[in-house]
């Protein structure tokens, strides 16, 4: 029977209802697949892992920039780092000494703790390094300028722009002349921006960009124009005479050099689009090489400069209180690389910093934990500090502490030498020739920046001094920490700063070809 009119017309309504329906379910789907596919990108983007850049200067004072106060050193390119990142103002190493500082860094472990606390000993074979790490997540790995670190753990990186050792292994001297560490590359920054151009570009990547400057041997030249005697400011701690101002002159011009790479390195950044998404940090090994500086642990030795830039997550030009140390670096890297397994590496007292880079008000250690071991003479000592106080343990209290041997053949040195000599030496000034020496100290850093006055037997204090004598006790219990059983043999002469080839060996051996293990000894 054929339809009617009416009913026609309403199977017709009916259809183009459905189809309506139908389309309209069909728009909604394709929608929501849109936005489903548009927050899934942008969650990849969120998610894409970052780059590293870690430039690491040789024995710079921690407040020896223009970020960090100083008045007359000429640093443009840090101090617009510190402009476009965030500044720590209480920043530590773990130790006092380069290639200990380093050990320390890449394996995420206290000194102690690395098989490598001496200067010169090797990172021991088989040690996990953060570079490694990173390497097997996919990450091109380059390391560039010093080393310092042995052979073991090169192939942790893709590639390897070495400079000369010359720069901090005393060569010996030809035809009876004095030896020299004149390096063939000067400031061992050269090859930073080669290694950036000679990445792989489909990778995300981590630099280890390590300086020379502003290591001794100092050479006229080095900065064009140099800086001058009155631009320098001469520490409480050493004496303000021609040949310590013309020390330190030379060393603002290593500064100055050095400077001039850390900018070209965030230019090339710029040059090759991923400024925005690279953590570059700055740091220092440890502190400036001269008397009562580095291989101490005062903050002249063991205090760091820390700035990160990261365009795309961290405000520009803010600063933080957050008390940070370097054994927390490679914890940091890990996690912001997205390694799921970061928070297991390296020691257990590490801890990443990255809510730091969100929200510098953020607080991340109540102390940091340092350590002085045999740098061409021996020593031994640890120190606990916080934003405010500072204690020292010295073990060794019999020896005097010596500056490092580079240091000693320095202008600054010799002339204190000669001042001692004649009795024109303040007390401040004569630590380093102090033997014995006191077995415990105590500093107030905010009142006394220039830790002068040691308060260890000030009763005020006797709190104080309890409870970080006692947190100091923690620590050496978890990590495992000791006092050798032995002493290693000076290498120098304590006065002059020469070489004593009667002990002295090139390359020095390992910690456990001298002890026979890489642990407790």
């Not at 004095?178 to 063939?184: W, Y």
Request: glycine share 8%.
């Amino acid at each position: 029977m054929p339809s009617s009119p009416r009913s026609s017309t309403a199977a017709t309504r009916s259809l183009s209802l459905a189809g309506l329906l139908s389309v309209m379910a069909c728009g909604f789907i394709l929608q929501l697949t849109w936005l489903q596919n548009g927050n899934a990108a942008e969650g990849n983007k969120a998610q894409t892992p970052p780059n590293f850049v870690l430039m690491i200067a040789d024995d710079m004072n921690w407040d020896d920039c223009g970020a960090y106060g100083h008045p007359a050193i000429r640093t443009p390119s840090i101090d617009r780092l510190a402009s476009e990142g965030l500044r720590f103002r209480h920043a530590y190493l773990t130790t006092n000494s380069c290639s200990p500082s380093r050990a320390s860094i890449i394996t995420g472990k206290y000194p102690h703790n690395t098989g490598a606390e001496q200067l010169h000993w090797p990172v021991p074979a088989g040690s996990p390094t953060f570079t490694a790490m990173l390497r097997s997540m996919g990450y091109y790995t380059a390391a560039a300028g010093k080393w310092h670190m042995g052979d073991p753990i090169r192939a942790d990186f893709d590639k390897i722009y070495e400079a000369s050792t010359a720069g901090f292994v005393l060569p010996s001297g030809k035809d009876g002349e004095p030896p020299k560490m004149v390096a063939e590359e000067p400031s061992g920054c050269e090859n930073w921006e080669k290694a950036l151009d000679e990445r792989d570009k489909s990778k995300p990547f981590c630099m280890w960009l390590a300086a020379l400057d502003p290591h001794r041997e100092y050479t006229d030249g080095s900065l064009d124009p140099p800086h001058h005697a009155e631009d320098v400011i001469v520490p409480t701690h050493l004496p303000d005479t021609a040949d310590v101002r013309e020390d330190l002159r030379l060393y603002y011009d290593e500064i100055g050099r050095l400077d001039q790479y850390v900018g070209k390195v965030i230019a090339k950044l710029d040059e090759q689009g991923v400024a925005q998404n690279t953590v570059v940090l700055f740091i220092s090994d440890n502190g400036r090489p001269f008397p009562r500086d580095k291989t101490t642990l005062y903050d002249g030795g063991i205090r760091t400069p820390w700035i990160v830039r990261w365009p795309a997550k961290i405000t520009a030009g803010d600063t933080t209180d957050a008390l940070v140390s370097s054994v927390d670096i490679a914890k940091t890297f890990l996690e912001l690389a997205g390694e799921p397994s970061g928070a297991e590496f390296g020691s257990s007292e590490a801890r990443s910093f990255a809510h730091v880079l969100s929200d510098p008000t953020a607080t991340h250690r109540d102390f940091a934990f340092a350590e002085d071991h045999w740098h061409d003479y021996e020593d031994h000592a640890r120190c606990i500090v916080n934003q405010q106080f500072k204690l020292i343990r010295n073990d060794y209290v019999d020896l005097a502490p010596t500056p490092s041997a580079d240091a000693g053949r320095g202008l600054s040195w010799q002339n204190m030498l000669k001042l001692e000599s004649a009795g024109e030496l303040t007390p401040e000034q004569q630590t380093c020739f102090r033997a014995p020496r006191p077995q415990w100290e105590l500093f107030d850093l905010q009142r006394d920046p220039g830790e002068l006055a040691n308060l260890i037997d000030d009763p005020a204090y006797a709190s104080i001094v309890a409870g970080m004598k006692s947190r100091l006790e923690s620590w050496t219990a978890q990590t495992g920490d000791y006092i050798p059983s032995e002493r290693t043999p000076d290498e120098f002469d304590r006065v002059t700063g020469e070489p004593d080839h009667s002990v002295r060996v090139r390359p020095r051996r390992s910690k456990e070809e001298t002890f026979g293990t890489n642990g407790k000894y």
